[in-house]
């Protein structure tokens, strides 16, 4: 069986930490690295602090296949994602030529500012991001891929880099709703859990159009008969119970 891949989030920016900015990227990332058969274990929120970024890209880097980064790589003075990552792998930092000969082509000699060319600054070693429609790039360095904060950008980069990216087998799924509340069943799903360790089994309540309480259960594996035999089992549970909502 393919190594199983796995993926962590570090999303950078204070804006997302005081509630001015509500992050978007989190759950396109997710799904996405799933259909990719990555395997997303942890997502961190981190301020724009220098020391506060290396930490966290050293301790995940360490620890998963990837990182991906969003924010942090915009022309003001608090986009210090691209000196981070610089500075967590110990390398320099420049101006890269050829983003610096696409600026150009963009802007005059006046309008390519300090701030603008701030963008241009890629940790050495590091692979661009980049097509025609991205003016300043995304990179990815090691294992981080660094990528902007805006949605439509950060998704743009996505689709880039993941041909570039190794996966796994991809996770597998069903779900069947309970009828029942999740204190209904949670003794015999448990057991059911313990009995099929190659799967995950998840419920997750909600109200359903009559106003009750109601329970989704899915089940998650890689390997299909082992997913199949695990929802038989949940079903048969679920068919022999006898409870009132």
């Known amino acids: 069986m393919t190594d199983i891949v796995t993926a962590a989030i ?116 590091a692979e661009l991001i980049q097509s025609a429609t991205i003016l300043a790039p995304g990179f990815k360095l090691g294992n981080v891929i660094v990528m902007a904060g805006v949605p439509s950008i950060m998704q743009a980069m996505m689709d880039i880099i993941s041909p570039k990216l190794k996966s796994g087998v991809k996770m597998l799924s069903d779900s069947v709703r309970a009828n029942a509340r999740e204190g209904d069943i949670g003794g015999p799903l448990r057991a059911i859990a313990a009995a099929h360790p190659d799967t995950i089994i998840g419920s997750y309540p909600f109200m359903d159009d009559e106003k009750k309480p109601n329970t989704n259960l899915v089940v998650r594996s890689r390997d299909p008969d082992k997913l199949a035999a695990a929802m038989n089992e949940v079903k048969e549970m679920l068919a022999g119970l006898n409870v009132s909502r």
């Open 10 to 125: 570090l999303v950078i920016g204070d804006e997302i930490l005081s509630g001015r900015t509500k992050d978007k990227n989190i759950g396109f990332i997710a799904e996405y690295l799933t259909n990719i058969g990555i395997d997303l274990k942890e997502v961190r929120i981190v301020a724009d602090d220098e020391a506060d970024i290396v930490a966290a890209l050293n301790a995940l880097r360490e620890r998963y296949t990837y990182v991906f980064t969003t924010g942090g790589i915009g022309p003001t003075h608090d986009d210090i994602t691209a000196d981070s990552v610089a500075r967590a792998f110990g390398v320099g930092i420049d101006h890269h030529p050829e983003v610096v000969a696409r600026f150009r082509e963009r802007w005059s000699e006046q309008e390519l500012n300090e701030a603008r060319l701030r963008m241009a600054r890629i940790p050495d070693g």
